[in-house]
């Protein structure tokens, strides 16, 4: 029995930390130094179980997608929006293909908009649609009859989504991550949309605390603890979240592949509301998007990488989670400003959202955001540099898309807004 007691002890690390199990196996066979300073010195093949041991979740850089469910907006339905308001329509103006493509394409971060729907049947009837006089899909109509949170981005004039109800996004999100257990971890953006409705429309609904249990309740009832990211498995034995990120107890990257995690981008009223009376965010779901000072600190929402580069360089280095955007409201895809988005790429924010993930054939340039060679996850240039100000990752991805997700991803339609007049 003595053999078999020693390979159990020996597993024991394997079975409650994956990380130091790839670590251990590897080392065992010497083939590879995890321990090495960069995976130029850690052996032959072994730059994933480098990564994997070396890596944890805040040292990455992915590119991910703003309001990721949204489809175009008809032309009987942009005009009438155009003629209240120039500006906001053109802001409006842009889609994406479903979240499979997307993540196919290698996008690790989505945003999900949800209105609070707990009877169900309270935005089946959008405003515009009547004043359009258009059919809707009775599909559409018999989902938005069920109770549970809906996905638009604008109740009753911009409420068409790839996916109808946050179970359907989940469900999505889900399935393409047990297909590819190995994926970077994917970051759930969530906008809580209440307050003023359209003109004309339908009030909506304001999130509580009982709201928020219900989103809560909604993403366990599709996602496993084991798919899960929450801020528990951050914080751990510290005694709150902020003071864990500050010791970078975020989980390696060997633990988090395949794994989701959730932050909820709201206003301090809101997430105070999520957040309770708990002392950081223990059993919630999500993050928060909070400042610095918070005890429930882990994660931030900087949108603007020009005026905010130094907050969020600093943020970066010091273990928070960032997210900031490569683009706004399509003004950089309609002036092909590349500038923008180069400095968000390099700002050292995880998280660099965009609407143009493809290119908007209307607009000279072809303005589209990406990592390169297909990558779908990168080392974070701002946490990963040695001394010597070198990537010690040595430009090598954390995760690439593969040739066959690729081309799935290209091959899926997208229904492109329509070419507009002139506003």
């Not at 209105?115 to 059919?135: C, F, K, L, M, S």
Request: glycine content about 6%.
């Amino acid at each position: 029995m003595k053999p078999l007691r020693e390979a159990l002890i020996w597993l024991l690390p394997a079975l409650l930390l994956p990380g130091a199990a790839m670590a251990r196996t590897v080392s065992h066979h010497g083939a590879c130094h995890l321990d090495a300073p960069d995976i130029a010195h850690a052996g032959k093949n072994c730059a994933q179980h480098w990564m994997d041991q070396n890596l944890r979740v805040n040292d990455l850089l992915t590119v991910g997608t703003h309001n990721s469910y949204k489809r175009a907006i008809p032309p009987a339905d942009y005009r009438i929006i155009a003629a209240a308001n120039p500006k906001a329509a053109q802001e409006l103006d842009y889609a994406h293909k479903d979240l499979t493509a997307q993540l196919n394409a290698g996008a690790r971060e989505i945003e999900i908009d949800v209105v609070y729907d707990p009877q169900g049947g309270r935005y089946a009837r959008p405003t515009i649609a009547a004043r359009t006089q258009t059919a809707l899909d009775p599909a559409w109509v018999e989902a938005m009859q069920r109770p549970g949170f809906k996905v638009q981005h604008v109740p009753d004039m911009d409420f068409r989504s790839t996916c109808i109800t946050f179970k359907a996004c989940l469900g999505i999100v889900r399935d393409w991550s047990r297909a590819h257990p190995r994926h970077a971890p994917i970051t759930i953006l969530i906008n809580a949309k209440d307050g003023k409705s359209a003109p004309g429309g339908t009030a909506l609904l304001p999130f509580d605390e009982a709201a928020f249990d219900a989103l809560d309740a909604e993403v366990r009832a599709i996602l496993p603890p084991a798919q899960l990211l929450t801020p528990d498995d951050v914080q751990g034995s510290y005694p709150t979240l902020r003071e864990a990120v500050l010791h970078n107890n975020w989980p390696r990257l060997g633990t988090a592949r395949g794994r989701i995690l959730f932050a909820l981008d709201e206003t301090p009223e809101k997430v105070a509301l999520y957040r309770g009376r708990r002392a950081s965010l223990e059993g919630r779901v999500m993050f928060i998007n909070t400042d610095e000072q918070s005890p429930a600190a882990a994660y931030l929402t900087l949108n603007r990488p020009v005026e905010d580069g130094e907050r969020i360089a600093r943020d970066v280095r010091a273990g928070f989670l960032v997210r900031t955007r490569a683009d706004e409201g399509t003004w950089q895809a309609r002036t092909n400003d590349t500038a923008h988005r180069d400095i968000a790429l390099r700002s050292g924010a995880q998280s660099v959202s965009t609407d143009y993930l493809w290119a908007d054939p209307r607009f000279p340039g072809g303005f589209t955001v990406g990592l390169p060679r297909h990558a779908a996850s990168l080392c974070n240039p701002m946490r990963m540099m040695n001394r010597y100000g070198a990537n010690r990752c040595g430009g090598l991805p954390v995760e690439r898309v593969s040739d066959r997700d690729w081309a799935r991803a290209q091959a899926a339609p997208l229904v492109r807004p329509a070419p507009r007049d002139p506003c």
